[in-house]
């Protein structure tokens, strides 16, 4: 068997072509651009493209971009006075604090510092509580362009055995919990689970989200399954700098029904669903 390829970066630009639709109707309507701020502390390389290709994005899509930049040795005190500036800006309905952060930080203090309406990561606990419990809330963009892709491959995810490998509370854990939310019979497996090839090949749907390089093999996928490769690794092979995924793509490729590649997968549909939150965030803000 080889599996069909979801391709990501179509998924994502047909999500931001209709999130600019609706961001053109809104200014045109009502006179009202949808903003997003995001505040990068420190100079981590990975962290600065991230950021540059987010505002990148937001202008395309048709929003106003706020960056930003502070020292890597910002006290809290001054990260948490911009926040609450951006909180009280009716012109900013999305804030994005870039992680990780310099360790002098407290990553939880200033996450939950951001107005939970305007919290566009759905990282802030207000919107965690609303997720575990089915309420109406910010939800985080890579679980949910990730459900996206699957609702579109699956139409209906009910009943089937979903196993997210990874419990990060970005990615692993909502993930779980949105799968949980559409019906599947979830498994969340980590580093200390027993037996982790067994357990992937009950899956249905394998999500890999652990961040290590090609940790999972072709023999660890059921026949037909779908693969969601979270994973963004930069590796060196033979003398070649390489972005590879957690899953190894030739093998899990030959035995899955259907995979999602890296680059070219999760990745685009992350920035996607975050146009489209600011875009929620705003039109919630606007009643
Ligand atoms: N760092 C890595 N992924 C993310 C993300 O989705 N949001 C934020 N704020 N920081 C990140």
Redesign the pocket.
Known sequence: MSAKVIDGKEFAANVRAKVAEHVARLKEENGITPGLAVVLVGEDPA?EV?VRSKGKSTVEAGMNSYEHKLDADTSEADLLALIDKLNNDPAVHGI?????LPGHLNSDLVINSIDPAKDV?G?HISNVGLLGTGQKSMV???PLGCLMMLRDHHGSLSGLDAVVVGRSN?VGKPMAQLLLGDSCTVTIAHSRTKDLAEVCRRADILVAAVGRPEMIPGDWVKPGATVIDVGINRIERDGKKKLVGDVEYESCAAVAGAITPVPGGVGPM?IAC?LANTLTACCRANG
């Open positions: 962290s991230y994005l604090v870039q992680l990780p990561d990282f985080p963009c890579t970005i992350t975050l």
